[in-house]
């Protein structure tokens, strides 16, 4: 137990974090006198999820996922710990498992909660119309913020950001006092809105606020190190991607560390953070798991321009989930591979989602221009400037 000084000089992420570990170290002790208390396994394993979610620890995760197919094992297919092991799955883009963890439960699919889910589920496998709907649906019957943020989520990425500010907007006045890593977050992603423009000095604002609201967080400082680098503050913003890594070394900030000393025209910095996320992602996939196949076709395309090996990374997340990213990212690999024609075919697939960002017009602006179709590719630029002006500025793959 920490003293009231102590306490007051941890962040809001570090007592989070602390108060979350107490949790589980007392529901651990509880169940090794009481295991076949279902109440509190399932506590347990939500309060692991939580957790992971966090720090974004890979062990953190496997700690959750352990604990849920136990739980499982042992207790039958009890609603809410299918739907943990849903959420899990999506997040590490099992998509094809979040449908069989949903029905393993047949009252499950049917709760406000997973049919959430099954509209993200639907935006991920590329069936746009059936996730607005459905997210406009799930908010007539309840206005909850996380929904408002989803549908958010879905007109940013076509490229309403106005409707996407008011209705994030909209979810922050949702949220009580109580919930300030959730305005946050939220705060987070209309500052995301922001750099999708070119507006740096206003996503930083919003980062500051985000910071405010929730201190210590990892995620808001490794997006004001974007905006710090986007806005030509290289070496400040080099330096606090270094520290966010030293404490959650993830391979794709340490990928964008190494893109960024790229930029800055330190090429020699950049290679040992770029082998560092290689390695990182390549033992993910031998491991079986698939989140980073989108990660393995950025790194082939752009950093180490190997047209082929990106190509083959991108067909094999193009089978988990067919989207306009994932067409946009196949389209990028081939152009890479200087297969043009077969470039130009998954770009005009990716377009015709209705997307609008910046990088995409951009690159679909590069793939028209080397099939002859210079018309085309003007056309295109002066889309990706109407969105983002310095769209030429450094920026995150995300």
């Not at 929730?214 to 490794?222: A, H, K, P, T």
Request: charged share 25%; proline share 2%.
């Amino acid at each position: 137990m920490v003293t009231a000084s102590i306490a007051a000089k941890l962040t809001d992420f570090e007592l989070e974090r602390n108060r979350t570990d107490d949790d589980i170290a007392t529901l651990e002790a509880s169940l090794r006198q009481s295991p076949t208390d279902l109440e509190k396994q399932t506590r347990l394993a939500y309060r692991l999820y939580h957790r992971a979610t966090l720090t974004e620890s890979a062990a953190h995760y496997q700690a959750t996922q352990a604990v849920i197919s136990a739980a499982i094992s042992q207790f039958g297919p009890k609603e809410d710990l299918c739907l943990l092991k849903a959420n899990l799955d999506f997040r590490f883009h099992r998509l094809a498992a979040v449908h069989r963890d949903l029905e393993m439960a047949p009252k499950l699919p049917g709760r406000f909660e997973a049919r959430s889910i099954l509209a993200d589920l639907a935006f991920q496998q590329g069936r746009y119309r059936e996730a607005r709907e459905t997210y406009e649906k799930l908010i007539e019957e309840d206005r909850t913020w996380d929904n408002l943020a989803r549908l958010a989520h879905y007109h940013g990425k076509m490229g309403d950001m106005g409707l996407a500010d008011r209705l994030y907007a909209e979810a922050e006045d949702e949220l009580t006092a109580k919930e300030m890593r959730s305005f946050s977050w939220v705060e987070l992603q209309r500052g995301v809105l922001n750099m999708a423009q070119g507006r740096y000095e206003d996503a930083a604002d919003r980062y500051r606020r985000a910071d405010m609201a929730y201190s210590g967080y990892w995620l808001i400082q490794e997006h004001i190190a974007e905006a710090l680098a986007a806005a030509g503050k290289f070496h400040e913003a080099a330096a606090l991607y270094r520290d966010v890594i030293s404490r959650t070394p993830k391979p794709e900030l340490q990928q964008t560390l190494g893109e960024l000393y790229v930029f800055m025209g330190e090429a020699g910095q950049a290679e040992p953070w770029f082998e560092r996320a290689l390695s990182a992602y390549l033992d993910s996939a031998k491991r079986g798991d698939v989140h980073y196949y989108h990660h393995l076709t950025d790194f082939y395309a752009d950093i180490r321009q190997d047209g082929a090996a990106a190509a083959e990374w991108a067909r094999m997340d193009l089978e988990l989930r067919e989207n306009f990213s994932t067409q946009a990212a196949l389209a990028w690999a081939l152009f890479r591979n200087g297969e043009i024609d077969a470039s130009l075919d998954w770009m005009s697939r990716a377009l015709s989602s209705g997307a609008a960002d910046a990088e995409l017009f951009q690159q679909a602006a590069a793939i028209y221009k080397a099939a002859g179709q210079s018309s085309e590719s003007q056309r295109f630029l002066g889309r990706a400037a109407a969105i983002n002006p310095h769209y030429g500025n450094f920026h995150v793959h995300r």
